[in-house]
């Protein structure tokens, strides 16, 4: 779960921001960690932190606990917890979220339910995180656009 896209390519090579393979991991092992964390963490930490697998549970155990070591080498920002959601809307291919509806609504596009069931849980992951009223949206058309949900494509 190492795959970096397209719509971030923007910062992906110098990983300035938390990608959403990265994001994806956090919410998976229930870690917030915050940009202050992440940019004083040097490009090599940030680059395991992308490639470091979440699959097991042991995965997800060994991730925590490095982002625990990297965040008190580097930082003086302590880590906090956030719940892991057992059935997180991203494995749920039956049924696409409002949010991510009505986000796309608002942007004049659409999803079935048979194109969010084609999705992968990291692409239906990007674009939940990417519907959120609270979250910069510049990304969600070009997101849609990668997974091939506009005619653009």
């Not at 942007?107 to 939940?128: C, D, G, M, N, Y």
Request: net charge negative.
């Amino acid at each position: 779960m190492s795959h970096l896209f397209k719509f971030e390519d923007d910062f992906v090579s110098s990983l300035r921001c938390i990608p959403m393979a990265v994001r994806y991991k956090l919410d998976t092992c229930g870690v917030k960690l915050k940009l202050a964390h992440w940019n004083q963490f040097p490009l090599s930490v940030r680059q395991q932190l992308v490639q470091q697998p979440t699959e097991t549970q042991d995965d997800i155990n060994t991730y925590r606990n490095l982002l625990q070591d990297f965040a008190s080498k580097y930082t003086d920002i302590p880590l906090k917890d956030l719940p892991v959601d057992s059935q997180p809307a991203w494995l749920d291919a039956s049924q696409v979220p409002e949010a991510v509806q009505n986000k796309a609504a608002e942007t004049h596009l659409q999803i079935s339910v048979e194109q969010w069931e084609k999705l992968t849980p990291i692409q239906r992951f990007a674009l939940i995180k990417l519907s959120r009223s609270n979250h910069e949206n510049a990304n969600f058309i070009p997101a849609m656009k990668e997974f091939n949900l506009t005619d653009a494509g």
